[in-house]
């Protein structure tokens, strides 16, 4: 199984630009997350998703910010426009059922840093 | 409210000792626990987990951790620390009453020769 998969790994961008970060999921695994880790803030929930629907999206930060998952495989992250407070890692994690005593499979993350 | 608490920052132990880190966690109900480790620069990896059954789990890497409803923890312990677990340990928690899921702030392990 190749995990989560996350792209880029890394992007630089300038305020103001649009951002787009991607998520494949593991296959068969029916809930997806988004989380952003910082320093300060330390690791927070943005949004998931079970059976491709947004179940709870209260960690969103602002209206900046907006997630998709169109199909089971495959979901995004937007940030528009981005800004130097943006800066973070971001990361997807899936999980086998929706249920919480299945565990979440984390991706590698995207270090996103907006200048 | 539901939540889960590292009450350690940041701990620091010598290569070769035993290492306790601590979790506590608000459920109402039974809670599911687990914990993750993430090494810098990494995604976070599950270590071990817990929803049911012994109290008492076996992990990845060693790594073992001790349900205690009556103290509301979930302590991850290792009896002899290497230098490869130093890294930043997560404890979570969801619970079979509704989709809550929480992570801890983390403890950051550093481990000296």
């Known amino acids: 199984d190749a995990g989560v998969i996350q792209s880029p790994r890394h992007e630089v961008t300038e305020m103001g630009q649009e951002v787009t970060l991607r998520c494949k999921p593991i296959s068969g695994h029916n809930s997806l997350f988004w989380y952003r880790q910082t320093m300060m803030r330390g690791l927070e929930l943005l949004i998931y998703f079970n059976n491709n629907v947004p179940i709870d999206d209260s960690g969103m930060p602002e209206d900046r910010f907006s997630a998709k998952m169109p199909n089971a495989s495959f979901s995004t992250l937007k940030i528009q426009p981005s800004e130097p407070r943006d800066s973070a890692v971001y990361f997807c994690?899936?999980?086998?059922?929706?249920?919480?005593?299945?565990?979440?499979?984390f991706g590698p993350g995207t270090r996103l840093t907006v200048t | 409210a539901q939540s889960v608490t590292q009450p350690d920052i940041h701990i620091t132990v010598s290569e070769g000792a035993s290492l306790e880190l601590r979790c506590n966690y608000s459920?109402?109900?039974?809670?599911?626990l687990f914990w993750y480790v993430q090494s810098p620069g990494q995604g976070l990896q599950l270590l071990l987990k817990?929803?049911?059954?012994?109290?008492l789990v076996q992990g990845i890497k060693g790594f073992e951790a001790e349900f205690k409803r009556s103290q509301s923890s979930f302590n991850l312990r290792k009896p002899s620390v290497h230098w490869s677990d130093a890294a930043e340990y997560f404890c979570a928690g969801g619970s079979n009453t509704g989709n809550q899921f929480y992570f801890g702030t983390g403890t950051s392990l550093t481990v000296i020769p």
């Open positions: 994690a899936s999980r086998r059922g929706t249920s919480e005593s299945y565990e979440q499979y």
């Open positions: 459920y109402g109900a039974t809670p599911y």
């Open positions: 817990y929803f049911s059954g012994d109290t």
